[in-house]
């Protein structure tokens, strides 16, 4: 058995698949027991909530993809950040 530490992609996956099976079981023990209207407008709002909390996840997702590590964007950035990038401020007495 692998004793390594899963990656943070994959534990904030796995974190909102659990979160997602959760309220998912919560709601449906509560559903036989509030009316329709309730239920449709409970389940929006959940929807939306859901929808408001996982965006910043999806977006994180994409920008990685576009423009992360192992994208020719990403390392295009990191090439020209190193080429024009000496690290020292341009009033720094350089000897």
Same mark, same amino acid.
């Given at each position: 058995?692998?004793?390594?530490?899963?990656?943070?992609? @994959?534990?904030?996956?796995?974190?909102?698949?659990?979160?997602?099976?959760?309220?998912?079981?919560?709601?449906?023990?509560?559903?036989?027991?509030?009316?329709?209207?309730?239920?449709?407008?409970?389940?929006?709002? %959940?929807?939306? @909530?859901?929808?408001?909390?996982? %965006?910043?996840?999806?977006?994180?997702?994409?920008?990685?993809?576009?423009?992360?590590?192992?994208?020719?964007?990403?390392?295009?950035?990191?090439?020209?950040? @190193?080429?024009?990038?000496?690290?020292?401020?341009?009033?720094?007495?350089?000897?």
């Amino acid at each position: 058995m692998s004793s390594q530490k899963p990656s943070a992609p @994959i534990q904030s996956s796995l974190l909102s698949i659990t979160q997602t099976a959760v309220g998912c079981a919560v709601g449906l023990l509560l559903a036989g027991k509030i009316g329709r209207p309730a239920q449709k407008a409970t389940a929006a709002s %959940l929807l939306g @909530i859901g929808a408001l909390l996982a %965006l910043p996840s999806v977006v994180n997702a994409v920008v990685q993809a576009v423009s992360g590590p192992g994208s020719v964007r990403g390392e295009r950035r990191r090439l020209d950040s @190193i080429r024009t990038d000496s690290g020292f401020s341009g009033d720094a007495d350089i000897y």
